[in-house]
């Protein structure tokens, strides 16, 4: 069943401006993870925040996390047209199914 | 490291025929497989999670006697969709994870489109 619930459902910006997508949750998790799809392609993990953390980074990528809202953004920075795809929020209860949210779209412009 | 390949990318058969799609983990064993079906601009649905030597778990609404999942090793889960019919044209996807370790993360396929003429 799906219970994130990623917003907005598109994005469309410029190539150097900064990209934010948002994941809702509702059940208690494990920890959060985010994954990108380009077209027709699978899915590859970009970044896992666990339940006590509130903040991380790898590279352009920041992720937060507040349990108490049960919410998690992904902010992608500088962002190139390279990074046009789909974004997901995963969320994990102990090693039980993954749970995937409907998605970002996001679209970098030249 | 982990890589999941996922073969055939594509494939267009006849209606009532079946199909198989293969899903192997080429450098890590994996001893829970997942199947999902994606239409597009929609998010991932889950089918059925695969467990090496045992039957596979179907999520509700999805039948078992259609979409055949044998798991019959560490690194190899299969696909067949059984009968095809055009409503059955879709995007699957698998993903697995790591036996052993955190298993935190799931290490994708790249997809298979389907198309049942």
């Known amino acids: 069943s799906q219970q994130g619930e990623e917003d907005p459902q598109a994005l469309s910006i410029q190539e150097g401006e900064n990209a934010t997508m948002n994941c809702s949750y509702k059940t208690s998790i494990n920890n959060l993870q985010w994954y990108r799809q380009n077209s027709g392609r699978g899915l590859v993990h970009l970044i896992l925040i666990r339940s006590n953390e509130r903040e991380k980074h790898s590279g352009r990528l920041r992720v937060t996390l507040d349990t108490s809202k049960k919410s998690s953004s992904l902010l992608i920075t500088a962002s190139r047209a390279a990074d046009t795809a789909s974004y997901f929020c995963a969320t994990n209860n102990y090693g039980q199914n993954f749970v995937f949210g409907p998605g970002t779209r996001l679209s970098v412009l030249p | 490291g982990a890589v999941v390949s996922q073969h055939p990318s594509r494939v267009i058969c006849k209606s009532g025929t079946s199909v198989k799609i293969e899903c192997r983990s080429l450098?890590?064993?994996?001893?829970?497989m997942f199947w999902y079906r994606q239409f597009p601009k929609q998010s991932l649905m889950l089918m059925a999670t695969s467990n090496e030597g045992s039957k596979a778990t179907y999520e509700q609404g999805v039948e078992k006697d259609k979409f055949l999942i044998n798991h019959a090793s560490l690194t190899l889960s299969t696909l067949t969709v059984t009968s095809a019919h055009p409503e059955d044209s879709s995007f699957y996807i698998c993903?697995?994870?790591?036996?052993?370790?955190?298993?935190?993360?799931?290490?994708f396929g790249s997809g298979t489109q389907l198309s049942v003429l």
């Open positions: 450098d890590f064993q994996a001893t829970t």
């Open positions: 993903s697995a994870k790591k036996t052993g370790g955190p298993n935190e993360k799931l290490f």
